[in-house]
């Protein structure tokens, strides 16, 4: 069970940039398809970013191109969501996510098998 935490949420002003982490124990993080997904409330959850291993190809929701970043430390076990230009509509929880080779293509929640519990983001106007 790889086990995944969250951490950097938290209350900002429209405009603020915040940078969330994940980090992991798991010694074959570097083998996962890490991906940071989001729900809002009242909404379904749904993929932010995404990041190959090896590669480190990139993938991100339409809404978010240009002012999130996803990266990932594969000597530190973590993962990493720069967001700026934060909105109100970007308020939401943030999980973390691992996932095979699968999840990539799919940007799916149901080919992820590892979950944080998330941490939450509230953008005030």
């Known amino acids: 069970q790889v086990q995944l935490i969250e951490s950097g949420g938290g209350l900002v002003q429209a405009g603020a940039s915040l940078t969330l982490t994940c980090t992991t124990s798991e010694r074959t993080f570097s083998e996962y398809v890490m991906g940071w997904f989001r729900q809002g409330p009242g909404k379904e959850r749904t993929l932010v970013a995404a990041?190959?291993?090896?590669?480190?190809?990139?993938d991100y929701a339409d809404s978010v191109k240009g002012r999130f970043t996803i990266s990932r430390d594969d000597s530190k076990n973590t993962l990493y969501l720069r967001m700026t230009g934060l909105k109100p509509s970007d308020t939401a929880v943030y999980y973390c996510?691992?996932?095979?080779?699968?999840?990539?293509?799919?940007?799916?929640?149901?080919?992820?098998?590892?979950w944080g519990r998330g941490t939450h983001v509230t953008v005030f106007s």
């Open positions: 990041i190959m291993p090896k590669s480190r190809n990139t």
């Open positions: 996510a691992a996932g095979g080779p699968p999840a990539y293509a799919s940007g799916k929640d149901y080919h992820y098998n590892f």
